[in-house]
């Protein structure tokens, strides 16, 4: 969701990418604000906060987003990343997933809620 209303946009789930990402021309293309913490990181300046990937680390700008996975609205910040060269411009990282969902990465219809304590209890009346 942005300033101007929703936008439909294909997302990839990485669960090794502990926080979220948004592409940097999405960012700018739909005026997403900038998130300013209060928190002063010595390796970082002007609110960024200090990233690490596989490619190193770096410092990156957050923004708060909202999406919709699956039907259920999600509030989070997302580091502001170059994403352009990727075939999608959001990655959903694992704080946005764990404990709210499944992720089998195989499967076409790769993500559902997580119902492993219904599973549980119905495992237990079986037995």
């Known amino acids: 969701y942005t300033n101007s209303g929703s936008v439909k946009v294909r997302a990839i789930i990485d669960t090794g990418a502990r926080s979220s990402s948004i592409a940097k021309t999405f960012v700018e293309k739909y005026g997403l604000r900038p998130f300013i913490e209060d928190t002063v990181n010595e390796k970082c300046e002007n609110g960024k906060v200090y990233v690490v990937n596989a490619l190193g680390w770096e410092c990156r700008t957050?923004?708060?987003?909202?999406f919709s996975l699956k039907g259920r609205l999600h509030?989070?910040?997302?580091?502001?990343?170059?994403?352009?060269?990727?075939?999608?411009?959001?990655?959903?990282g694992r704080r946005d997933t764990v404990g709210k969902y499944i992720v089998r990465p195989i499967s076409h219809d790769s993500i559902q809620e997580d119902d492993s304590e219904a599973e549980a209890e119905e495992e237990e009346k079986e037995d």
């Open 62 to 66: 957050r923004v708060n987003l909202s």
């Open 75 to 92: 509030e989070t910040t997302a580091t502001v990343s170059e994403r352009n060269n990727l075939k999608t411009l959001v990655l959903i």
